[in-house]
């Protein structure tokens, strides 16, 4: 095998794959990058068996073949040479030589054989998207999911594909979000629900960008990304996801619109003297405004009021500040409407005034109110 490329160009693959290939792991060769010299170019990808990742860079190829080397060693080595050419030989042996300027490497690696085979997922009969339609539902709705390993449904992010729309929500039983994209009549026909894993949502936020042009495709349990230059692989979680619907409030009678950055600051405050545990402010509503108070029996107390556009009876709510702090963080508006029931049931927030195609709604669950 053997190569030229710009040490810009290797950078750039070399960062794409490397947040799939693990720190740790107990099989050598996952702590490779697998390099592959063709017609094409030069071909980078990287896996931890759950998530695997491939991208082509432009480079002028002498000699076809492939190796694996060492990943976090070789980005060291091209971060840290010139900017200039870079040549990449290897012989029958599992050895690169790697030579630029005055500078000279040999690294060993291991056979490109070790290396675990993608997933086999087939493209044709897919889905077809733009990728920015596919971030943006990421985006707005991936921060939802789950941390906590006792229910690992919810660790997914839901995706439902239908022939007029795609939908995501993520819930980690106190919070949710949903949005719907329209999408174009030439997304593919055939409908899915499928549980993806956040990091695999984050990988594809990360490398494609708003304009590519995305083919999506599934196996019996692998879900596949493609576009002109880069692949993503994930395994998908399996099992039903919850009745998300049920939660969702149909009655909320009570409606509160406010100044997004203004209600962020005023929560961000509350928070400093909130306990550390709960995070628990208390929301007392009336027309026009929302008081937000504070009280931590070994820290101290803060109280704060907030010009808001109230309608229905006046009330009192405790609501986790931190889940409503996430969720603020990423409203696309100015101007935001909570609706409410009473002090036990779920709220809803959306943004006023979106002049998007895609409908975004959260929710959040209500702490109890400790007097």
């Not at 740790?24 to 996952?30: A, D, E, I």
Request: hydrophobic share 40%; charged share 25%.
């Amino acid at each position: 095998m053997k190569f030229t490329i710009t040490r810009e160009q290797f950078q750039e693959g070399l960062q794409a794959v490397s947040a799939s290939i693990p720190t740790k792991t107990t099989l050598p060769v996952l702590s490779n990058v697998l390099l592959e010299a063709t017609s094409d170019g030069l071909r980078l990808s990287g896996t931890d068996l759950d998530i695997a990742v491939s991208t082509t860079v432009p480079a002028s190829v002498d000699q076809e073949g492939a190796i694996t080397l060492p990943a976090k060693k070789l980005s060291d080595i091209v971060r840290e040479l010139p900017s200039a050419a870079i040549r990449l030989t290897s012989s029958g042996e599992q050895r690169a030589t790697i030579e630029c300027g005055k500078s000279k490497f040999k690294l060993l690696g291991l056979p490109r054989e070790e290396f675990p085979a993608f997933p086999a997922v087939k493209f044709d009969g897919g889905w077809h998207s733009k990728a920015g339609d596919v971030q943006k539902l990421v985006s707005h709705v991936a921060f939802a999911a789950s941390t906590e390993e006792s229910r690992p449904i919810l660790n997914g992010v839901l995706w439902e594909l239908r022939p007029e729309k795609m939908r995501m929500v993520a819930t980690n039983g106190h919070r949710l979000a949903r949005m719907d994209v329209p999408v174009s009549a030439g997304m593919g026909k055939g409908q899915a629900d499928l549980i993806i894993p956040p990091k695999a949502l984050d990988q594809i936020r990360r490398l494609f960008k708003d304009q590519d042009e995305l083919d999506i495709a599934k196996s019996e349990n692998h879900l596949g990304f493609r576009s002109a230059t880069t692949q993503v692989f994930t395994r998908l979680i399996e099992g039903p996801y919850p009745n998300y619907e049920q939660v969702i409030p149909r009655e909320n009678d009570k409606t509160m619109t406010a100044d997004r950055a203004a209600l962020t600051s005023a929560l961000r405050r509350m928070s400093i003297v909130a306990s550390d545990q709960t995070h628990r402010i208390r929301m007392a509503l009336t027309a026009t405004q929302c008081k937000l108070s504070v009280q931590t029996p070994d820290l101290g107390e803060a109280q704060e009021e907030l010009a808001v556009s109230f309608e229905g009876d006046g009330m009192e709510i405790g609501f986790n500040a931190a889940y409503l702090l996430e969720i603020l963080k990423f409203m696309p508006t100015d101007e935001v409407r909570m609706t409410f029931k009473g002090p036990e049931r779920a709220a809803t927030m959306e943004p006023v005034g979106w002049n998007d195609p895609a409908a975004y709604l959260t929710l959040v669950m209500p702490l109890r109110l400790v007097d």
